[in-house]
């Protein structure tokens, strides 16, 4: 058994969630890592075993509630209670209101907001026996300023914030730390699928004059997971190049 701290991050098959992991790693903790299917976890593994053999990855699925269940039990049986719980995992299903159905608008809410309820629901007791412990919540920047086409995602994400607000209230005392970190505009794959133009004139409106990396959102939950963010709960911190200064 490792006696580094445990730390969980979802989605950590590809993008910003890679990179959070990464981090972590480099950080002293020991990781485990999620993807949806048994051949993503299967590479995830691979990838995080190159930094040491007790990280270890595992098959998540947020949107679906029996399956977060018995992964989380599985979590803790297997490696134990984490310490640093990072809910990175999302998805976006765009289009203008007009044109958005139901499908997409339950789609993007189940895993992005009820997703992470789920995630807490499973871990929180657990994390509040343990007495220590951060979660760290990805929101957006479009949870903030909304954004044309994006109904479904912008609600999520304000949801996680307010969601993030509240449980930290509650679970501060026993020295849990429950925060955000709410990216600009990030190079991955769901912001690739964007078209030229689109990406061009997002990046006319970010003061830095670049696209975010996904060090740079890495980075940020870095801070909140240690030792130097305990007094910090309940806060969104923006990592956007200053595309939007609140
Ligand atoms: P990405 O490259 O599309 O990766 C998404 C990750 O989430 C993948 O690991 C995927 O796993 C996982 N995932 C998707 N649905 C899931 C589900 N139902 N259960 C568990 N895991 C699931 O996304 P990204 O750009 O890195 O974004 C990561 C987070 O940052 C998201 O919460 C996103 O909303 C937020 N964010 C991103 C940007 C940006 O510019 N990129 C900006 C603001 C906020 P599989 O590989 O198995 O599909």
């Given at each position: 058994?490792?006696?580094?701290?445990?730390?969980?991050?979802?989605?950590?098959?590809?993008?910003?969630?890679?990179?959070i992991a990464q981090r972590l790693i480099a950080d002293g903790y020991r990781v485990i890592g999620t993807a949806?299917?048994?051949?993503?976890?299967?590479?995830?593994?691979?990838?995080?075993?190159?930094?040491?053999?007790?990280?270890?990855?595992?098959?998540?699925?947020?949107?679906?509630?029996?399956?977060?269940?018995?992964?989380?039990?599985?979590?803790?049986?297997?490696?134990?209670?984490?310490?640093?719980?990072?809910?990175?995992?999302?998805?976006?299903?765009?289009?203008?209101?007009?044109?958005?159905?139901?499908?997409?608008?339950?789609?993007?809410?189940?895993?992005?907001?009820?997703?992470?309820?789920?995630?807490?629901?499973?871990?929180?007791?657990?994390?509040?026996k343990q007495k220590a412990g951060s979660i760290i919540n990805i929101s957006s920047i479009i949870g903030t300023?909304?954004?044309?086409?994006?109904?479904?995602?912008?609600?999520?994400?304000?949801?996680?914030?307010?969601?993030?607000?509240?449980?930290?209230?509650?679970?501060?005392?026993?020295?849990?730390?429950?925060?955000?970190?709410?990216?600009?505009?990030?190079?991955?794959?769901?912001?690739?699928?964007?078209?030229?133009?689109?990406?061009?004139?997002?990046?006319?409106?970010?003061?830095?004059?670049?696209?975010?990396?996904?060090?740079?959102?890495?980075?940020?939950?870095?801070?909140?997971?240690?030792?130097?963010?305990?007094?910090?709960?309940?806060?969104?911190?923006?990592?956007?190049?200053?595309?939007?200064?609140?």
């Amino acid at each position: 058994m490792s006696d580094k701290k445990l730390a969980l991050v979802t989605g950590a098959s590809r993008g910003i969630g890679f990179a959070i992991a990464q981090r972590l790693i480099a950080d002293g903790y020991r990781v485990i890592g999620t993807a949806t299917s048994e051949s993503g976890v299967d590479k995830l593994r691979a990838s995080l075993q190159e930094s040491g053999l007790e990280h270890d990855a595992l098959v998540l699925n947020i949107g679906d509630s029996e399956q977060t269940t018995e992964a989380l039990a599985k979590l803790q049986s297997d490696f134990g209670v984490p310490f640093v719980v990072v809910n990175n995992a999302g998805i976006t299903r765009d289009n203008l209101f007009l044109r958005l159905n139901e499908d997409d608008w339950n789609n993007v809410i189940n895993t992005n907001l009820t997703g992470v309820f789920r995630v807490c629901k499973a871990l929180s007791k657990p994390m509040l026996k343990q007495k220590a412990g951060s979660i760290i919540n990805i929101s957006s920047i479009i949870g903030t300023t909304g954004n044309a086409g994006q109904a479904n995602y912008a609600a999520a994400k304000a949801g996680l914030e307010g969601f993030t607000r509240s449980l930290a209230q509650e679970i501060a005392s026993r020295n849990i730390t429950v925060n955000c970190v709410a990216p600009g505009f990030i190079q991955t794959d769901m912001t690739d699928v964007l078209p030229e133009t689109q990406k061009e004139a997002i990046l006319a409106t970010i003061p830095g004059k670049r696209f975010g990396h996904v060090e740079d959102i890495a980075g940020a939950v870095a801070f909140l997971a240690g030792e130097d963010a305990r007094y910090i709960t309940g806060q969104t911190i923006h990592v956007n190049g200053g595309m939007n200064m609140g």
